[in-house]
T-cell receptor
Framework: DQQVKQNSPSLSVQEGRISILNCDYT??????FLWYKKYPAEGPTFLIS?????DKNEDGRFTVFLNKSAKHLSLHIVPSQPGDSAVYFC??????????????????FGKGTKLSVIP | KAGVTQTPRYLIKTRGQQVTLSCSPI?????VSWYQQTPGQGLQFLFE???????NKGNFPGRFSGRQFSNSRSEMNVSTLELGDSALYLC??????????????????FGPGTRLTVT
């Protein structure tokens, strides 16, 4: 049972345009969401996050939107650059559930979307 | 600050053997989590250690085990290897948020991974 879904395995965007990566989740207990970027032969790199008490968080060219009623979040990259070409993972966590010790939690990841930014 | 380091980076083992992977977290980070990444299942949580104690565990068989040392370095062991254990094994470390060192920051910082191939 996949609790975090990224339905688009790949996405191609022209340089300078907007990239929109989508993520859906099913567990209503998730209260924190993160996006990671992964290049080949490297570990995932933390990009941006959002708490469930917010609906938007911006960091430079990256903006994450959260729609709790739809259980949907999206990552917008504007403008897209060739260096943004990577696999993007959506992750979610529920502190207070999925854990067995104070302060512990686990991240539940989607399967990733491969973004290609075409020069 | 140096990032999360993992050794070895690549490993080839045969079925039935056992393997030990090592992870050194970012200096000052006391929590270490392990994830398995496969093409079919994506990133899946294995376990989390804090102050030498396993606090959280994912849905993996008992052949997967780990430990953490007093300097926060962690090892992961897989016994009786199966072909399906071929994967990228990622280690991530987290720091505390706020005053309670047990309460983790949601952001996890990943190492480059160990690519395990079982033949």
């Amino acid at each position: 049972d996949q609790q975090v879904k990224q339905n688009s395995p790949s996405l191609s965007v022209q340089e300078g345009r907007i990239s929109i990566l989508n993520c859906d989740y099913t567990n209503s207990m998730f209260d924190y969401f993160l996006w990671y970027k992964k290049y080949p032969a490297e570990g995932p790199t933390f990009l941006i996050s959002i708490s469930s008490i917010k609906d938007k968080n911006e960091d430079g060219r990256f903006t994450v939107f959260l729609n709790k009623s739809a259980k949907h979040l999206s990552l917008h990259i504007v403008p897209s650059q060739p260096g943004d070409s990577a696999v993007y993972f959506c992750a979610a966590s529920a502190l207070g559930t999925q854990y067995s010790g104070a302060g512990s939690y686990q991240l539940t990841f989607g399967k990733g979307t491969k973004l290609s930014v075409i020069p | 600050k140096a990032g999360v380091t993992q050794t070895p980076r690549y490993l080839i083992k045969t079925r039935g053997q056992q393997v030990t992977l090592s992870c050194s977290p970012i200096s000052g980070h006391r929590s270490v989590s392990w994830y398995q990444q496969t093409p079919g299942q994506g990133l899946q949580f294995l376990f989390e250690y804090f102050s030498e104690t396993q606090r959280n565990k994912g849905n993996f068989p008992g052949r997967f085990s780990g430990r953490q040392f007093s300097n926060s370095r962690s090892e992961m062991n897989v016994s009786t290897l199966e072909l399906g254990d071929s994967a990228l094994y990622l280690c991530a470390s987290s720091s505390a948020r706020g005053r309670d060192p047990r309460m983790l920051s949601y952001e996890q910082y990943f190492g480059p991974g160990t690519r395990l191939t079982v033949t």
